[in-house]
């Protein structure tokens, strides 16, 4: 029987845990598993070395470290901390899988297969590699999740390589592994990857970054403490517990931002500065609303707010956004969201949660693999970032019902939206805000629409392939006789 504190402190360090005892995140069957996949780790690495001269075994511990921050469930965990055991071992995938189960088996299989992608498309297009890793990753978010802690520590630790494997591996994690995070909504890992990538690829740009970035938490310091003192009091005064933040964007964004020729002043980037409050999760998310309500009354706002939380991105990512003119000589971007939001925007849709639920996302990802052998992968990447990324727009239909879809969508990306194919089939075109158009028509936010179903079959123009948003809708086109 292994205790809760032991397993705490044996087998990562204080802290990590951050649950109490009357609300565990895991199960008395579950922390055995994971402490069984720890000692076996353990075992399998006893006498091997990183580059540093440390026990090897302090990686896989990390990477495991790593995934319940993030949230991950047992078996990810698991498969964390046996991730490199079939590889780098003479542990057999079979011995892994009588031992722990299939699906941890798969798991640990499918991040060997993705650092086996990486080393086969080194001669190829990085595009080629993040689609194979989307296709194989569609199975299964956690394998995505395990690779990306894995990688996050591998670059943590990458002073101990050579300068020619820094520079490698950096430029890998900056083509790959950071858009792959940005996919699935990982903004903090993200984040992290890039600013260590730049560290290895251009270091004393990333020093000069670094600087800059420094100078601006130093000059607003004060000011952005006056802003959070008198959120925190004016929200705890209406009996609103809440949690603020200040954050500047990286600094990868900073130096990308203030090497532009179009933007050479740091005080004209969107979104340097933004603050995060945050609210517990046992209020109603549409407090969010309420609490957006105080910043218009604190200071001057620009008229738009951004509701991601009523419509969200399909990469799971919730929050209220407004920009608000303080003392500060720039806007300051507000975010308000609740604390799972707030977990959600740092390491993207929890994978049990991804693998139960119906998210846009999910759906996004299992209509890509269908196209995967028919789009090519600059095509196909392109296209999946703008469906999982790119602003949604909202429109109406004639009887007042709101729907969103990704933004510059044609009425036949509508159609085939939210009609089954043997009715978008016969759709010849539709009435947008009461005028009759054709379907390859781009569609604008607030558009009311009306399709114009028919009869016949609707004979496709090819020209309409390069007009079409989703890729689903082009493989359509394809099938009823239009031509690439």
């Known amino acids: 029987m292994i205790a809760w504190v032991q397993l705490k402190s044996i087998c990562f360090e204080s802290g990590v845990y951050k649950m109490n005892r009357k609300k565990r995140m895991y199960t008395k069957e ?15 690495h006893q006498g091997q070395k990183r580059k540093s001269g440390e026990e090897y075994f302090i990686h896989p511990k990390a990477v495991g470290k790593l ?7 047992a078996d990810t965990i698991c498969a964390g901390l046996l991730h490199d055991t079939v590889e780098d071992t003479s542990y057999t995938l079979d011995e892994l899988t ?11 299989d499918g991040v060997t297969k993705i650092r086996q992608f990486s080393k086969s498309n080194k001669q190829k297009n990085d595009l080629e590699t993040i689609k ?51 996919f699935i909504g990982a903004y903090h890992i993200k984040h992290e990857l890039e600013d260590l990538s730049l560290k290895y690829l251009e270091p004393q740009k990333y020093e000069d970054a ?53 933007n050479p002043f740091i005080e004209n980037l969107a979104d340097l500065i933004s603050v995060k409050i945050i609210i517990p999760d046992n209020y109603d998310p549409n407090l969010c609303f309420y609490v957006t309500s105080f910043i218009t009354e604190l200071w001057k706002t620009k008229s738009s707010i951004h509701n991601y939380i009523h419509n969200s991105k399909p990469n799971g990512y919730e929050s209220i956004h407004i920009e608000a003119f303080t003392r500060i000589p720039f806007p300051i971007l507000f975010k308000i969201r609740t604390e799972k939001m707030d977990k959600i925007a740092k390491y993207g849709i929890p994978s049990q949660t991804f693998n139960q639920e119906k998210w846009d996302m999910k759906n996004i990802l299992e ?37 969103t ?61 390069s007009k079409v948003k989703t890729p689903i809708v082009r493989k359509r086109l394809k099938e009823l006789g239009a031509k690439s």
Not at 247 to 254: A, D, V
């Open 30 to 44: 579950e922390r055995q598993k994971i402490y069984k996949a720890y000692m076996k780790a353990k075992e399998l």
């Open 67 to 73: 995934l319940i921050e993030m949230g991950e469930d």
């Open 98 to 108: 009588k031992e722990f189960g299939q699906k941890i088996a798969f798991l640990v």
């Open 132 to 182: 194979k890793i989307i296709v194989y990753c569609a199975k299964d978010i956690r394998i995505l999740k395990i690779k990306l802690a894995d990688r996050i520590h591998n670059m943590r630790t990458l002073e101990f390589q050579k300068i020619e494997s820094q520079r490698r591996i950096a430029q890998e994690t900056l083509n790959i592994y950071a858009p792959l995070a940005k």
């Open 210 to 262: 670094l600087k800059a970035r420094a100078k601006i938490k130093n000059a607003y310091a004060n000011e952005l403490n006056k802003i959070k003192k008198v959120i925190v009091a004016k929200l705890l005064k209406a009996g609103i517990n809440n949690r603020v933040e200040i954050r500047f964007c990286n600094t990868y964004s900073l130096y990308l931002h203030t090497n532009k020729e179009q």
């Open 367 to 403: 209509n890509f693999v269908s196209l995967s052998k028919e789009e090519e992968a600059s095509k196909f990447v392109n296209s999946l970032e703008e469906s999982l990324l790119n602003k949604k727009i909202t429109i109406y239909t004639a009887d007042g019902t709101l729907q």
């Open 405 to 465: 879809i990704p933004r510059n969508s044609t009425l036949l990306d509508y159609v085939y939206a939210f009609y089954p194919p043997k009715i978008a089939d016969y759709v010849k075109g539709g009435y947008v805000n009461g005028i009759n158009v054709a379907p390859q028509t781009v569609l604008q936010d607030g558009d009311t629409i009306e399709i114009i179903p028919s009869q016949e079959l609707r004979v496709t123009d090819e020209a309409w392939l």
